[in-house]
């Protein structure tokens, strides 16, 4: 399919470029756009990204603009915004010229700049915030479009090869501190009565999404190392035993469980926002009810890390029903592109399936990373092992050499 795609973020509070993500960490918005861009262009799409980066030059293949300066004509336009005055505009010029536009939306609430984008259809990160914006805001004559962000499946399949031990009394965090770091310390200072070898290491850091760290000194059992590429990040994952993610904010998306999840680091979240679609609760994560910091979740969620360290069979067969995570970047562009050819009515790629959508029971359409409902918008959710052509055993025969 030839297109040529410019993806356009106004966002000023943070400044990155193509490498950021992997050289140094930032917020999962600014992540999903660089991926999707250097994956649309892996698949020969001429790709522009009109966003806050110092200078114009091409990385992976996608041609960095500076805000402000002048960018070719496109056939698709995707306008998307993640944090600052959440603000889709200034559009750029020739931005009514796209033969597709499109509004991607890293979460619920409702960015200006809708009316003047006047978008074909817009893109949500996961079947929760679909639902909440159909409730709160979007007028029911703009179509939806689910896809969840993909991982970079290399970067994992090259850990791979000499994977780091994983230490089994080593927790981990990884994200903005806001999300759930005190539940994350509050957990490990119940497990650590139990056994004081679990530690806690802490990733991230307010600068996540462009504000200023607050400086932190090490406490008994935690370890704060800042902001780190998703690279290194990947290794800690892998190095770790459990991933915390209890947290009372409601999550669009959340990266750092597909995350580690692909790294066999077991992952305990709050049953809140998207986690629900991602974990399978006892079968690939574990999800706990209630707020985030309430003394029962904590509770439980210690309960969970001290059974899995007594149960280590069962703990890697909740590992080996994680890794095969199928929502990585190129996947995402082939989802992209095939639903770009089935609005601008080539079909070749698409195939209608029989099955309804299990949210309203409207006809689905089979993309690459799974079906799609054609009326409410949602993704179905596939079959994690069986989506590789994988059986659960092969699929654990292949992995467990990784441990």
């Given amino acids: 399919m030839s297109l040529s795609v410019l993806i356009t ?146 970067t994992f399949e090259s850990l791979q090869r000499q994977p780091p031990p994983r230490n089994p009394h080593r927790l981990i965090y990884a994200s903005h501190p806001s999300k759930g770091l005190e539940a994350a310390t509050a957990v490990l200072s119940l497990v650590r009565r139990s056994d004081e070898r679990f530690h806690l290491a802490v990733f991230g850091g307010e600068s996540l999404w462009g504000q200023v760290d607050k400086s932190r000194g090490n406490e008994p059992g935690i370890h704060y190392f800042g902001r780190i590429g998703q690279q290194r990040l990947a290794k800690e994952l892998m190095a770790s035993s459990s991933s915390l993610n209890l947290q009372t904010r409601h999550e669009p998306f959340g990266y750092v469980v597909t995350e580690a999840m692909r790294a066999g680091c077991v992952v305990i979240a709050s049953a809140v926002g998207a986690f629900p679609e991602l974990i399978r609760d006892g079968e690939n994560g574990f999800l706990v009810d209630g707020a985030g910091e309430s003394d029962s979740s904590l509770s439980r969620a210690a309960a969970i890390v001290l059974s899995c360290t007594r149960d280590p069979a069962g703990t890697d067969r909740v590992r080996q029903a994680a890794r095969p995570v199928p929502w990585t970047a190129e996947r995402m562009a082939r989802t992209w592109l095939e639903h770009w050819a089935h609005l601008l009515g080539e079909h070749t790629a698409q195939a209608e399936s029989n099955a309804p959508c299990r949210t309203c029971g409207a006809s689905t359409l089979t993309l690459a990373d799974g079906q799609h409902c054609m009326s409410c918008g949602h993704i179905q959710r596939p079959n994690w092992q069986m989506d590789r052509g994988m059986t659960p055993s092969d699929s654990a025969s292949a992995r467990s050499k990784e441990d």
């Fill in 9 to 154: 973020c106004p966002d000023a509070h943070v400044v990155y470029d193509g490498r950021t993500p992997d050289e140094d960490g930032i917020g999962g918005g600014v992540t999903a756009r660089v991926r999707i861009g250097r994956a649309l262009a892996s698949l020969g799409i001429s790709v522009q990204m009109a966003v806050n980066c110092q200078r114009r030059e091409i990385i992976d293949g996608v041609e960095y603009v500076p805000l402000g300066k002048p960018v070719k004509a496109a056939d698709v336009l995707v306008a998307t915004t993640s944090g600052g005055a959440f603000d889709l505009e200034p559009l750029p010029s020739g931005a009514d010229d796209a033969q597709l536009k499109i509004a991607w939306l890293h979460g619920p609430e409702e960015p200006a700049g809708l009316d003047r984008l006047r978008p074909d259809v817009v893109y949500t990160v996961s079947n929760f915030v679909c639902e909440e914006i159909h409730k709160k805001w979007l007028p029911g004559d703009i179509p939806t479009f689910v896809t969840y962000n993909g991982l970079e499946e290399q």
